[in-house]
Nanobody, 126 residues
């Protein structure tokens, strides 16, 4: 069982930045593909970004609306997976969830992920 914990959410003005982090109680996540999803009030949970495991060269993929603004990455020890969010917009307001997938390839599909965190709130004000 992998228990994921997100942190780093908060309130920011439009155009600002936040960095979200995801950890699993010190456990290495290098052998998991990792994803970030978000869910705004009244909307479905949607894919944001994903990174493959170390065996798949850390390939990344992004939702079109965040390309060029968000960056997903891992630290060298594989303990923390981060989502750097720049040029934030009010439309980015949502609860952001970290997810892990035992199969290490990237995917945008929610049901492909095996473990989920409880989420962290990101609010972007105009």
């Amino acid at each position: 069982q992998v228990q994921l914990v997100e942190s780093g959410g908060g309130l920011v003005l439009a155009g600002g930045s936040l960095r979200l982090s995801c950890t699993a109680s010190g456990r290495s996540l290098r052998d998991y593909a990792m994803g970030w999803f978000r869910q705004a009030p009244g909307k479905e949970r949607e894919f944001v970004a994903a990174i493959s495991d170390r065996w798949n060269a850390g390939k990344t993929t992004y939702q079109d609306s965040v390309k060029g603004r968000f960056t997903i990455s891992r630290d060298n020890a594989g303990i923390t997976v981060s989502l750097q969010m720049n040029s934030l917009k009010p439309a980015d307001t949502a609860v952001y969830y970290c997810a892990a997938r035992r199969s290490g390839t990237v995917t945008m599909i929610k049901s492909d992920y095996d473990y989920w965190g409880r989420g962290t709130q990101v609010t972007v004000s105009s």
